[in-house]
């Protein structure tokens, strides 16, 4: 279990209880078959950061580690479902502020607009009808 953070979390990041709710399900822990992850909860946070903030990867906080290395952890995350079951876990706590991600959370750039039609897959491997 990882250390209690005293101070509050920022609004891009998870509150203790949310962390505890999905520590146990993340890859790298040091039971795992693998390298084992130097800071899940700060690598989670950061892509909430960038999620939620609506930046580039590559404007991600310093604090959070290198963005090319977030980013390719994060594309590996997604295309494993983990994503999905960390969503899932936090959705079972009607409080909670990630329940409903939207536009009035996270900005859309000006490219998203122009897409070609047709079935597509999204990024978290659902598909989707246009």
């Known amino acids: ?13 998870l509150t ?3 962390w505890e ?7 790298g822990k040091a039971s795992d078959p693998g390298r084992t992850a130097a800071d899940n909860r700060n690598f989670v946070n950061g892509v909430l950061w960038v999620l939620r903030s609506g930046a580039r990867w590559s404007d ?3 604090r959070y580690g290198a963005y090319k290395s977030v980013h390719k952890r ?6 494993k479902g983990i994503w999905e079951q960390v969503f899932q876990s936090l959705i079972k706590d009607r409080s909670n502020e ?3 991600i939207d536009s009035s959370i996270v900005r859309a750039h000006a490219q998203a607009a122009t897409g070609k039609g047709g079935r597509r ?3 978290w491997g659902v598909p989707e009808e246009v």
């Open 1 to 13: 279990m990882s250390k209690i953070k005293q101070s509050r979390p920022s609004r891009y990041e």
């Open 74 to 79: 994060f594309t590996r995350w997604t295309a």
């Open 121 to 123: 897959t999204r990024l």
């Open 60 to 62: 991600l906080p310093p």
């Open 21 to 27: 709710r999905i520590e146990d399900q993340l890859p």
């Open 98 to 100: 990630y329940l409903m």
């Open 16 to 18: 203790h209880t949310q």
